[in-house]
T-cell receptor, first 115, second 113 residues
Framework: DAGVIQSPRHEVTEMGQEVTLRCKPISGHDYLFWYRQTMMRGLELLIYFNNNVPIDDSGMPEDRFSAKMPNASFSTLKIQPSEPRDSAVYFC?????????????FGQGTRLTVV | SQQGEEDPQALSIQEGENATMNCSYKTSINNLQWYRQNSGRGLVHLILIRSNEREKHSGRLRVTLDTSKKSSSLLITASRAADTASYFCATAYFSGSARQLTFGSGTQLTVLP
């Protein structure tokens, strides 16, 4: 398996534009997590899904952020409209729910810069 | 909000020395995990210790867990320059379909050749 795949790796956009980040989890994994990493706030859990259903979205900063998982192999995180303070590295991770004590596998991240 | 807090925030040692990083957390956990992140890359899982375990080894890594003190430590023995990275602890709690995996603030380790 190629691991968790995120796209794009880098995104530069202007304030006010819509941004869509994409993630393909490891095949067979039924948990998918979206994290945001900044120097100031570290790694923050934004939302996670189990079997394509959002379980906890309490970390989503505001209504400008939305996430979907239309099927087991694809998820998106959308920011509309984007603001400079959204600049961060966004990570997607997946894990298996077959055993409770398992690790998460991270993608390489999407570095978002909003100017 | 971050569950774990790591200490120290930064650590610089000479190659061959041991590196110890500490993690404290606040609430109940099912397991605690350590991850490594190289600059500009994603996190990579290193080791997992369950809440009923006190110590675990994997190669040059040794992890301890004290649930009464809500703390864990990661020891890297005989460090190498290639160990230079950020290290994060993550606390895991699960109940039903809920799976919380919350990361600490990280320790930046620099191993000087």
């Amino acid at each position: 398996d190629a691991g968790v795949i995120q796209s794009p790796r880098h995104e530069v956009t202007e304030m006010g534009q819509e941004v869509t980040l994409r993630c393909k989890p490891i095949s067979g994994h039924d948990y998918l997590f979206w994290y945001r990493q900044t120097m100031m706030r570290g790694l923050e859990l934004l939302i996670y899904f189990n079997n394509n259903v959002p379980i906890d979205d309490s970390g989503m900063p505001e209504d400008r952020f939305s996430a979907k998982m239309p099927n087991a192999s694809f998820s998106t995180l959308k920011i509309q409209p984007s603001e400079p303070r959204d600049s961060a590295v966004y990570f997607c991770a997946s894990s298996s729910g077959q055993a409770v004590n398992t690790e998460a596998f991270f993608g390489q991240g999407t570095r978002l810069t909003v100017v | 909000s971050q569950q774990g807090e790591e200490d120290p925030q930064a650590l610089s040692i000479q190659e061959g020395e041991n590196a110890t990083m500490n993690c404290s957390y606040k609430t109940s956990i099912n397991n605690l995990q350590w991850y490594r992140q190289n600059s500009g890359r994603g996190l990579v899982h290193l080791i997992l210790i369950r809440s009923n375990e006190r110590e675990k080894h994997s190669g040059r890594l040794r992890v301890t867990l004290d649930t009464s003190k809500k703390s864990s430590s990661l020891l890297i023995t005989a460090s190498r320059a290639a160990d230079t990275a950020s290290y994060f602890c993550a606390t895991a709690y699960f109940s039903g379909s809920a799976r919380q995996l919350t990361f600490g603030s990280g320790t930046q380790l620099t191993v000087l050749p």
